[in-house]
């Protein structure tokens, strides 16, 4: 079992993409600290939000993965019920946890600092269905595109994921506050 | 073939929580093998997905936040002297992706050698195991390295003050924060990857979100009592 095989080639490039993208993140976060990072409770509910695309998408990816794998699900038939079943499932949960997260925010900034402040409700929700929308189904096609081209999805999609959740939920969270 | 196509028919108009002997006798009989006939009857119907996946995955997830929102407790308490270091806040969304991401890489690859029955009890001696351990952590220091150098030289470039002793305290907590996490989320992956299968359920849903979770609240915490420590 040769140690620099494909699958580090595969963990490896993935990881280069994923850091740029963190990268590009931290440099959002660093140039509008003021816009986001300086709303009462905000650094409560960020990591909870942009961990949560990973989440959900990971989770999604993996799924089909072991189902392509299993051919359980085949290429063949991109609109099964499983995947269809898959789709609705991640969205629903989307909505459910953005809800959840934006809560748990909000009571935590009002219990400790005595800070009410609504938006930490509205944004992450208004935020999350906007990021999912293009999250989800880009999940989708990209598990379906490398397992057809031979990769192993499992190596690639958790690090592009996170990353590009992360730069999707920032764009996400920066498009709300503007429409907010 | 019609006999079969009935008798999986069967199988997912079975209850996700029923071990149905039919299972066993489609196993045997027709050479399909028990994670395919998991599958089958886990997620057969857009109705049973939908209802599976929310079952399985919204208490997890739910729990993942709070344990994510109590990591940012830590920081949004010392919130004026982490903003005011740059470089580690233009690191905390790549530090995050990155223990998320191993955390993520380890555990779909593990939960594929459990559903592909690689994996047994005796998983210490799993050379397919060892290797992916080690893989994942060399990958990790070298892309730590890059991590903080890039997210040094972009605050260099932005004219923040950086002298030799804040370099290597930047170095020390990327590395230190990175390798230790990734170390614990392996072991907890093993753990609690085999405790969820041995109670027939997909550890797809399970360990991704609590891996990146625990990696968010320990690497916020981390960060926080770093912080204080060295600044």
């Not at chain 1, 909505?95 to 959840?100: G, N």
């Not at chain 2, 729990?63 to 990591?71: E, F, P, R, V």
Request: no cysteine.
């Amino acid at each position: 079992m040769p140690f620099f095989d494909r699958e580090f080639k595969e963990i490896f490039s993935a990881e280069l993409i994923s850091i740029f993208g963190g990268l590009l993140v931290g440099i959002a976060l660093a140039i509008y600290t003021d816009k986001l990072l300086l709303i009462p409770g905000m650094l409560i509910l960020l990591p909870g939000f942009l961990e949560m695309r990973g989440n959900i998408s990971g989770s999604l990816a993996s799924r089909i993965s072991s189902g392509l794998f299993l051919k359980v699900i085949t290429l063949k038939k991109p609109r099964s019920r499983i995947i269809q079943g898959n789709l609705i499932a991640s969205f629903l949960l989307a909505f459910i946890v953005t809800l959840s997260l934006g809560m748990i925010a909000f009571l935590l900034t009002l219990a400790l600092f005595h800070v009410t402040e609504p938006v930490l409700i509205i944004l992450p929700v208004l935020a999350g269905i906007i990021a999912n929308i293009i999250q989800i189904p880009l999940t989708l096609a990209l598990t379906f595109y490398l397992f057809k081209r031979g990769h192993d999805p499992n190596n690639i999609m958790g690090p592009f994921l996170t990353s590009s959740g992360d730069v999707i939920s920032i764009f996400a969270l920066l498009l709300t506050l503007v429409i907010l | 073939m019609r006999k079969l196509t009935h008798l999986l028919q069967k199988i997912r108009k079975l209850k996700r929580s029923q071990h149905h002997h039919l299972l066993h006798q489609v196993h045997t009989k027709h050479k399909i093998s028990r994670r395919t006939l998991f599958y089958i009857k886990e997620y057969s119907s857009e109705q049973k997905v939908i209802s599976t996946v929310l079952k399985e995955s919204i208490k997890i997830l739910i729990l993942a936040s709070l344990i994510s929102s109590l990591g940012g407790l830590a920081l949004e308490n010392i919130k004026q002297a982490f903003i005011s270091i740059i470089p580690l806040v233009i690191l905390l969304p790549a530090l995050n992706d990155m223990i998320g991401s191993y955390g993520s890489i380890f555990s779909a690859k593990f939960s594929t050698l459990l559903h592909e029955g690689r994996l047994n009890r005796n998983w210490q001696h799993n050379p397919e195991l060892k290797k992916l351990f080690l893989q994942v952590l060399v990958i990790a220091s070298i892309t730590t390295f890059i991590t903080t150098s890039i997210a040094l030289g972009i605050s260099w470039f932005t004219k923040h003050q950086l002298s030799l002793g804040f370099i290597l305290k930047i170095f020390l907590i990327s590395f230190l924060d990175v390798l230790f996490f990734i170390s614990l989320l392996v072991l907890i992956a093993i753990f609690a990857g085999f405790y969820v299968y041995r109670k027939k359920e997909d550890p797809n849903n399970f360990l991704i979100p609590i891996t990146t979770s625990i990696a968010d609240l320990g690497n916020m915490l981390v960060l926080a009592g770093l912080v204080l420590l060295f600044f």
